[in-house]
């Protein structure tokens, strides 16, 4: 139950993103065609190849700034105002503050370009007006979609901070407590229980790994000696001490529950 208020804001923090990340996306940006670049005059056929070697290197920001420059140079190329417009408004989407209005105004500058020109197809004019009232009103509302958006953010970071930081401040388990505490919570079944104490092993050290004090080629604590078999004693311990391999509560010569039974011998 105490992970529901983390959810809920992960949920509603990918819900005021999910605009700004697929405005990111290249639908709608088309460059302009072959005959549409022979068409432009020659300060915007420069700005404009400028501009799109700038987006090939996905330098969006240098890119638009040419490609205004282009749009403004030749009014009545109305592709290429565009082409700025979507790219202009895309980016207003993902800034925030001014910098987003000043995307929004170069945006509803272009498009002010295009309505000023006559003879304009039904189809052209439709599309003009959609994408006018799209940046017009995301600019007047432009305030209101940052103050949400960082009051989301805020919102999620402090729910996260409080969930991931909660338990150690209440119970200030540390060290071997703190795991043993943490493998009972519901969700960390089957974690790593801590290793039992070997004889001469060092505290968070493994059998086998290289102790303080040890040359290379000793013998270290928990290892299995050369031509000793599970359940025989080793060098150094004592009766009645656990040996490598043996069971709980079986003895030395006893058969180990993993062994496989030895096959009865017969006269040869």
């Known amino acids: 139950m ?13 819900c005021a993103f999910a605009a700004p990340l697929w405005a ?15 068409r432009l005059s020659a300060p915007a056929r420069e700005a404009y190849e400028k ?40 980016r207003g989407r993902i800034v925030h503050g001014q ?6 105004d170069i945006a509803e500058k272009a498009l002010q370009r295009i309505g000023k020109q006559q003879d304009l197809s ?4 439709r599309r003009y007006e959609v994408q006018l009232k799209t940046v017009q009103d995301e600019k007047s509302k432009l305030e209101i979609r940052d103050s949400r958006r960082k009051a989301v953010g805020e919102s999620f970071i402090k729910t996260y901070a409080q969930e991931r930081y909660s338990n150690l401040s209440k119970t200030g388990e ?18 790593q229980q801590p290793r039992a104490a070997i004889p001469g092993l060092q505290p968070g050290m493994q059998p086998g790994m290289m102790q303080p004090g040890m040359q290379p080629g000793m013998m270290q604590p928990g290892m299995m000696q050369p031509g000793m078999q599970p359940g025989m004693m080793q060098p150094g311990m004592q009766p009645g001490m656990m040996q490598p391999g043996m069971q709980p509560g079986m003895q030395p010569g006893m058969m180990q529950p993993t062994a496989p039974p030895r096959p009865p011998e017969t006269d040869s």
């Open 99 to 104: 910098e987003a209005a000043k995307y929004y």
């Open 122 to 125: 039904p189809l052209v004019k």
């Open 51 to 90: 501009g799109v070697k700038a987006l090939d290197r996905v330098d969006p920001i240098t890119a638009i700034q040419l490609f205004d420059q282009a749009s403004q140079a030749d009014p009545s190329a109305v592709e290429l105002a565009f082409l700025t417009a979507r790219l202009a408004y895309l």
């Open 24 to 38: 990111q996306s290249p639908v709608g940006v088309q460059y302009l065609t072959p005959r549409e670049v022979e």
């Open 2 to 14: 105490k992970r529901i208020p983390a959810l809920v804001a992960a949920g509603a923090l990918i």
């Open 174 to 191: 540390s060290g071997e407590k703190g795991v043993a505490a943490a493998a009972k919570r519901p969700g960390l079944a089957g974690m």
